[in-house]
């Protein structure tokens, strides 16, 4: 560890306004809420406005948990969610279109307006998506035309795609008071700039209007002026090749940097569709906002590589980008799918169908903070800290500039950002990077920060920030119109008005003592440990300071009438009134600032409620579920198998293939009790090492899985009746070592062979509490 150094001195000032009517996006002036596209950031309704998008595929969900996973979506403090058009889910024949069940994207955008999400469509016709022949219809390959260029007969043969597509949106864009925002054509399409141009004017000549059209613009695309280019950045990826430790540009995306492109990302297809391995970076265009989509929500996993993406990794990344100037949030995966069967078998990317990977057949889940059967993983929780954060104040910080340093990959550098507009701002620290390659802790962090009007030192007094944190600090931040938070050593989550005035809510980080300092240079001591009573009394304002564990269980959620803090032990989302519990526990205990009247008694028919009971400024109730908790399955720990099949290697770049040959797979026989479908959802969840399994229900393979660490996940919930006959079928192959399969390196020391630590029904249970509306 290196010596502590004085306060680090920097200026900031206050930046330039942008350029602005240079763009071919954005509405007209005068346009109700409209929307305009300046050179740094998105406005709406005149007001800077900072987007939060995850993608979420309507084609790769149960119809019936669209409304659900919308939810959680908007609960965890999205305000838009993007969406692939796949050209093969809805044209598999010439000219015969589906658009029912769950391919009804008219009724999924509609749904998502309900929950008051923006929609972006990716209209396509090439989407990638980890979709087989990236979701082109096979009948189109089959032509052998100039596909993805502006060949006249490739043109014919999408038009109708696109007007079938627009059609459906019909009465649903923002112009006609709808939710659809933006468009993007293509997808990783780096050298057709003059195709990406052609198909938004054939979007528009069938009628689409939107404020924002998007083009992917990583790997050094070629995007048209017509376009604007979004980007990605991912903490690890499948695509690469298994001798890769970890991608080129993942440490990037890890640290601040105006740097807005990666150039590892999708060249796995480039490579393998045409040989190119390099591209000339896009350079940071100061027309431009620095917008994304593709900031990685987790991580899919390919046979040959199968990375093990934590939710620690997410948020991190997430923050950096927001540090290094990003003016748009947008994830990929934000909820996980299934992949789709059609008429010629599972629809997923292969070897066998022309790419370098070979992908799970069915599971799509990609880690995401929504999981493949509605799984809430932590860094659903982490990004919804965030995401409180921009709601809050994204207005502000969109028209912030970055001012960036510690940009080297040297582990003991401090690394550092500030975002600013002249006179207030935020100063950003990280010492995270994923554990294969860890960053030092830094002692005696300090800095001396001038604005345009002043000098401000932050902390007052040296602190040591322990490795694998990345914090954010506000400065200068207005509490009234005669009050400022001059600093504070912990993160600004949101705030709320209640009946006693406003409340801003801070968290604190483990480790880092909290200090607060006014205006006027007054530290502010804490009445008690942050938590949920750590409340500080100011004139006209009042300050919570959570814990880290309280900022984790902290929602933002419209109900009965007004917004509300409310921190649950479990996933929580609101539905019209109603406070809707997800719990894979028996109790779950849940309490509301401020406090609605009471919860009705919705939930008696599923659980139990015990409240309320007053705690400080909160008013707290305790659910108990009737049918819930873990339902422990007896299983064979130590299967037997046969020999496994040759490792082979296939694809373009011959790559470790699939196996195939299940002959001599350990055959393991689960049998699921009647109580484990007493509840509103029903996984089995198996916690084992090997190489890959497929899951059966009778004759029909209903998951599979390729190991890399994490447990198995199946929902067993629409078979019911056939499990009560037949049970479930796992037949698994062993993992060995020496067929050279990268894992992460947690998890690389597994034996050879297969083992079964546990089978769980893991029973999920909702739980719905309608809050009372109070009197007006």
Same mark, same amino acid.
Request: charged share 25%; aromatic share 8%.
């Given at each position: ?499 006693? *005035?406003?409340? $801003?809510? @801070?968290? +604190?980080? &483990? !480790?880092?003592?909290?200090? =607060?300092? #006014?205006?006027? *240079?007054?530290? $502010?001591? @804490?009445? +008690?440990? &942050? !938590?949920?009573?750590?409340? =500080?009394? #100011? ?6 300071? @959570? ?230």
């Amino acid at each position: 560890m290196k010596d502590p150094s004085p306060a680090r001195a920097l200026r900031v000032g206050a930046p330039p306004p942008p350029p602005r009517g240079h763009l071919p996006l954005g509405e007209p002036a005068g346009a109700p809420d409209r929307i305009e596209v300046t050179g740094r950031w998105i406005e709406r309704a005149g007001r800077p406005w900072f987007p939060v998008t995850g993608e979420i595929h309507y084609s790769r969900l149960p119809r019936d948990r669209w409304n659900e996973v919308l939810g959680h979506a908007r609960a965890g403090g999205l305000d838009s969610v993007a969406t692939y058009v796949f050209w093969a889910a809805h044209e598999s024949e010439p000219g015969r279109f589906d658009w029912r069940g769950n391919l009804d994207l008219r009724a999924f955008v509609e749904l998502a307006a309900d929950h008051g999400l923006d929609v972006i469509v990716r209209l396509g016709p090439w989407g990638h998506g980890e979709y087989r022949n990236g979701g082109f219809p096979d009948w189109v390959l089959e032509r052998g035309l100039r596909n993805r260029t502006n060949d006249p007969d490739y043109l014919t043969l999408m038009r109708p795609l696109y007007a079938q597509t627009i059609a459906r949106l019909r009465g649903l864009t923002h112009a006609e008071g709808g939710p659809v925002i933006g468009a993007q054509v293509e997808n990783e399409l780096y050298d057709q700039p003059e195709h990406l141009a052609t198909l938004r004017d054939i979007a528009e000549e069938r009628g689409l209007r939107v404020p924002i059209w998007t083009a992917t613009g990583w790997g050094g695309a070629q995007v048209p002026q017509t376009l604007l280019p979004v980007y990605s950045a991912y903490a690890d990826g499948f695509w690469e090749d298994e001798t890769t430790e970890w991608p080129a540009f993942a440490p990037v995306h890890f640290r601040y940097s105006e740097f807005r492109d990666d150039l590892t990302v999708g060249a796995d297809l480039r490579e393998a569709l045409d040989g190119t391995t390099a591209a000339d970076p896009a350079k940071a265009d100061e027309r431009l906002p620095f917008a994304t989509c593709e900031l990685g929500g987790g991580m899919h996993v390919a046979y040959h590589r199968r990375p093990l993406v934590s939710g620690e990794d997410v948020a991190a990344l997430a923050l950096a980008k927001i540090g290094s100037g990003s003016a748009w949030q947008g994830y990929y995966m934000y909820a996980g799918g299934t992949q789709r069967i059609g008429p010629l078998g599972s629809e997923q990317e292969s070897q066998a169908t022309g790419y370098p990977n070979d992908v799970p057949a069915l599971s799509y889940d990609f880690h995401a903070p929504i999981g493949e059967h509605g799984q809430i993983r932590p860094h659903h929780h982490y990004l919804r800290r965030q995401h409180l954060w921009l709601r809050e104040e994204g207005h502000r910080l969109a028209t912030m500039t970055a001012t960036v340093g510690g940009g080297s990959d040297d582990p003991n550098d401090l690394r550092w950002a500030v975002r600013s507009d002249g006179a207030s701002g935020y100063l950003f620290l990280t010492t995270y990077q994923p554990p294969k390659r860890p960053l030092a802790s830094q002692p005696g962090v300090q800095f001396a920060v001038a604005f345009d009007d002043a000098e401000i030192t932050v902390p007052t007094t040296a602190v040591d920030v322990p490795a694998g944190q990345s914090l954010v600090w506000p400065l200068r931040y207005p509490l009234t119109s005669d009050l400022e938070l001059r600093s504070a050593t912990a993160q600004l989550l949101t705030r709320i008005s209640d009946d006693e *005035g406003d409340l $801003v809510v @801070l968290a +604190a980080t &483990p !480790g880092i003592p909290v200090e =607060i300092v #006014l205006g006027d *240079g007054t530290a $502010v001591d @804490l009445p +008690a440990p &942050p !938590g949920p009573d750590c409340l =500080i009394g #100011l004139p006209g304002v009042r300050l919570l300071v @959570l814990d880290e564990a309280s900022a984790n269980r902290l929602y933002r959620l419209d109900l009965a009438g007004r917004d509300r803090l409310v921190l649950a032990d479990a996933p929580v989302w609101a539905d019209g009134e109603d406070l809707v519990i997800q719990s894979e526990s028996a109790h779950v205990d849940v309490a509301v600032l401020p406090a609605p009247d009471g919860f009705g008694a919705d939930s008696a028919a599923s659980a139990d409620l015990d409240g309320p009971r007053a705690q400080g400024l909160w008013r707290s109730w305790t659910v108990a579920a009737h049918s819930a908790g873990p339902v422990p399955l007896p299983v064979e720990h130590r299967p037997r198998h046969g020999p496994p099949p040759e490792p082979g290697r296939g694809g373009p770049l011959r790559r470790l293939s699939a196996p195939s040959d299940y002959s001599n797979a350990a055959t393991v026989h689960i049998e699921v009790p009647s109580e484990a479908f007493e509840t509103d959802r029903t996984l089995l969840r198996l916690e084992w090492t090997g190489d890959t399994g497929r899951a059966f229900i009778g004759d029909r393979l209903v998951s599979d899985h390729f190991w890399h660490g994490r447990a198995w996940d199946i929902d067993l919930t629409p078979y019911r009746e056939a499990v009560a006959e037949h049970g479930v079928r796992l037949e698994l192959l062993p993992w060995r070592r020496a067929t050279g399969v990268w894992v992460d390196p947690s998890v690389r020391d597994a034996a050879d062979g297969i083992t079964i630590d546990a089978a769980t029904a893991v029973r999920v249970t909702k739980i719905r509490l309608s809050a009372r509306k109070e009197p007006s």
